[in-house]
Structures are given as C-alpha cells and as structure tokens.
C-alpha cells in the first residue's frame, strides 16, 4: 500500500485526491491546502493540514501529489524527494528552466520517481492522435489553440493563476508536449505576442498570448491561448496537424463552451486527410476529466511498484516547459529568443 500526501486542493488535486481515495493500491495520508479544511463529503475523514513541511514530517509519505500554485511546484517536490517519496506534479514542473531542471537532477540523484502531470499523454484519442500524424512523416505544421472565456468563478481563478503563470504557459506545455511527441526534433527558436486586455490583471501580465517554435527538421508550430470574459469562443479549439502527405484534424472543434474543463481534452472525432482520401475516426466513450486524473495516478503507482523508467518523460517536461518560457519572455521583450541548449 502506497502513502500519499497531496498538496493542493484546487480542481486538479481534489480530482487527483479523489483517485487515490479510489485507488485499492494508495493509502492517503494526509490533504494540505491553505485553509487546513478539508469540505469534500469523500475526502474529510482524512487528515488535513496547512503547512506543508509538517505535513511531510508527520506523515512520511511514500509518494506527494503536488498540485499547489506553479511557483511552490519545484521547492515542494524537492522537499518531497529529499525526505524520501516519489513524487508527481502538477503542469508546469517549475516557473523557469533552472528550477525544473533541478527538480530533475534531484529525482535522477536520490532515485525517486516523478511524473509530471500532462494529462493528454494518458488520454486514449490524443494518443491516437499523435500516432496518426506520425504515420504521416514530417516535417509538420502545428496549429493549435486554446482559448478560454471565463466569468465569474472561472475567471477569479484564472486571475488567481496569472498571478505566478500566463495562459501561454499554464497552457501550452501539454500542447506544446504534443508537438514534441509528434515530431521528435529539437526547438531553435521562438517568436511570440501577447496582450494584456484586462485592468484586473498586473502591468506585466497578458491574458492573451501567442507563438511560434522552429524545429530542427523544419516543422513549425503556433500555439494560441487567452482567458477572460472579453475572449471569443469562436474558433477557439484548433488542433490541426499538417505534413507534406496530409493531415489530421480534431473535428469537434467549435464546441460553444470555453470554460468546460471536460471539453478541453475530448476529441469526438478524428479527420485524417491525404491527397488520395478522406478518412473519419471516431472517438465515443472518451474519458472525462475524473477518469483522466484517474489513469494519471494509476500510472504514478504503476511507475512506482514497476520500476518504469521515467527519464524520457523527465526531459520532455523539461523541454516542453523551455519552449512555453521562451515564448513567454519573447512576449515580454519582443525579440524571438533562440533554444542553443537542447533539454534532451
């Protein structure tokens, strides 16, 4: 029986709280939020804390769920690591290159397992998504985007989040990850744009970001993100994949509902488009968010008891949260910034 800590307990670590509360192979030792309350009917028999390092010491946990705010992710699963358990964390790793590469060498160093939480690597119609567009062959043309209209609630946490984190990061690391997955080349370089469009944000924070990354073997790729009530729900799901032989498409693209955290990972239908033929792939029965969380620590556990070697995914976070902080400090200083360190 595995030990879990969890840390956070926002939307993504209720949801992964409640898969371990299901899990017949994870034991939940201690919840840690701000408030050291615990609200949730299924949840509040377990106890709760607000201090993060007292949590560690009482508990002893064999594994820690991080799923706090992005600038305590690194510091808390270093912490986590150092006094013995595995660890898995919430997107991004960290809030800059050197912090996720020292989360890196940490669990290199002491042996501890660690997945990062990109929840589109355990969706099954993402997956067959990558696998079609690599059958295509590259170079490819990525176009992907993510728009978000959010009000009321919604848009509280998203100002919550930009606080520490823009939408082209918070946002882009899983598409970007998709992008890598897919081409397998590493980035050169990346131009970006963005806009504050709200007075409820800080001067230095945009709400609406923009990018383009090179690729070594020529593919290109745009990723588009934006949060607030002014943003259009128009157009704002693209995910369309290009290569010279054809291409593949999410064809369930303009749903009407932006802020439907369901409807940002479910595909529908798949459009796979070459110069000799059409063919449609349909997706029914895609797993909901709950169901997503679900398989994520199920693998955090399979990784665990499995000895599953985990280095290619350590890097590839690592390289995927580069490009998303190199278009970041584009945005912010107008000048593309080039990638002469690969993170592979």
Partial sequence: MTRVLIAGLGNMGLSHALAHHQHPDAQIVGLVNRSGRVDHPELAGYPAYSDFAAALTETKPDLVVVATYSDSHADYACAAMEAGAHVFVEKPLAT??????????????????????????????????????????????????????????????????????????????HYVDVMCQITDAQPVRV???????????????????????????????????????????????????????GSVSITDGNKGA?????????????????????????????????????????YMLR??????????????????LAICLAADESIRTGQPVSLEEPSK
């Fill in 96 to 173: 800059n290159v050197a912090d996720a590469r020292r989360v890196v060498e940490t669990a290199t160093r002491l042996n501890r397992k660690l997945v990062v939480g990109y929840i589109l690597r355990h969706h099954p119609s993402w997956m067959r998504l990558i696998d079609e567009a690599r059958n295509l062959g590259g170079p490819y043309v990525f176009r992907l985007n993510l728009n978000q209209q959010s009000s009321g609630s919604e848009w509280e946490t998203h100002k919550a989040l930009m606080q520490t984190t823009s939408p082209i990061v918070d946002c882009g690391v």
């Fill in 191 to 245: 131009h970006g744009m963005g806009l504050r469009l709200s007075d409820e944000i800080a001067p230095d924070m945009y709400n609406y970001g923009q990018f383009q990354v090179i690729f070594d073997d020529g593919s290109v790729g745009w990723y588009e993100a934006g949060w607030g009530p002014m943003m259009s729900e128009t157009a704002f799901f693209v995910k369309d994949i290009v290569s010279p032989n």
């Fill in 258 to 298: 932006s802020a439907d955290i369901d409807g940002h990972t479910k595909i529908g239908g798949l459009l796979v488009h070459t110069p000799e033929v059409d063919r449609t792939i349909d997706m029914p029965d895609e797993p909901g968010h709950q169901e997503l969380c679900d398989a994520e620590q199920a």
């Fill in 303 to 320: 990784a665990i008891a499995e000895e599953i070697d985990l280095t290619r995914h350590m890097n590839d976070a690592v390289q995927s």
